[in-house]
Antibody, heavy 118, light 110 residues
Framework: EVQLVESGGGLVQPGGSLRLSCAAS????????MNWVRQAPGKGLEWVSY????????YYADSVKGRFTISRDNAKNSLYLQMNSLRDEDTAVYYC???????????WGQGTLVTVSS | QSALTQPASVSGSPGQSITISCTGT?????????VSWYQQHPGKAPKLMIY???NRPSGVSNRFSGSKSGNTASLTISGLQAEDEADYYC??????????FGTGTKVTVL
């Protein structure tokens, strides 16, 4: 059974940093591209970042470019999101999602809540 | 890049059909057949319903169908059921190789 489990969320002050993790199981992690998608409270989905299976290709949404860094460790079946210079507007539930194909997020984690507040 | 445009809400009675639109530009929806649709119930993670404009993943009811014309994609739910009440989001690949979601549509079953 495919499972994606996010962790690392919490309360952080504006300007602070946080590192999210996504532990994958039930499939060959190294064969799939992965994404981070977020959802602010009561708002819609926002795509955040993409990383290819070998980490050779990475993309970011303009809203996080230069502040967030996506990475993965295929040996540990894990996906990461390093978030720096956090802003109030980064407050959201962050989901990791597997790519079955282009824009085909076929499996999602349960999400981890990041709250940026003083 | 702004989100794709969806109606805020759509409603229908059980058994009816409804259609949700998703309008973008030639740089996203209109330029590629990489449009997906997701269903999200309150407090839950999104679920893939349609991919590559009109393909249904295994396990998704054939009451859900997708199409595209120009810069607008559409999701149709036929034979509306109470369990279809949820938020629906479209998503598209873009010319910048990024991905973009729609603004979301709340479907209400009357």
């Amino acid at each position: 059974e495919v499972q994606l489990v996010e962790s690392g969320g919490g309360l952080v002050q504006p300007g602070g940093s946080l590192r999210l993790s996504c532990a994958a199981s039930g499939f060959t992690f190294s064969s799939y591209s992965m994404n981070w998608v977020r959802q602010a409270p009561g708002k819609g989905l926002e795509w955040v970042s993409y990383i290819s299976s070998s980490s050779s290709t990475i993309y970011y949404a303009d809203s996080v470019k230069g502040r967030f860094t996506i990475s993965r460790d295929n040996a540990k079946n894990s996906l990461y999101l390093q978030m720096n210079s956090l802003r109030d507007e980064d407050t959201a539930v962050y989901y990791c999602a597997r790519d079955f194909g282009v824009v085909i997020h076929d499996y999602w984690g349960q999400g981890t809540l990041v709250t940026v507040s003083s | 890049q702004s989100a794709l445009t969806q109606p805020a809400s759509v409603s229908g009675s059980p058994g009816q059909s409804i259609t949700i639109s998703c309008t973008g530009t030639s740089s996203d929806v209109g330029g590629y057949n990489y449009v997906s649709w997701y269903q999200q119930h309150p407090g839950k993670a999104p679920k893939l319903m349609i991919y590559e404009v009109s393909n249904r993943p295994s396990g998704v009811s054939n009451r859900f169908s997708g199409s595209k014309s120009g810069n607008t994609a559409s999701l149709t739910i036929s034979g509306l059921q109470a369990e279809d009440e949820a938020d629906y989001y479209c998503s598209s690949y873009t010319s910048s190789s990024t991905r973009i979601f729609g603004t979301g549509t709340k479907v209400t079953v009357l």
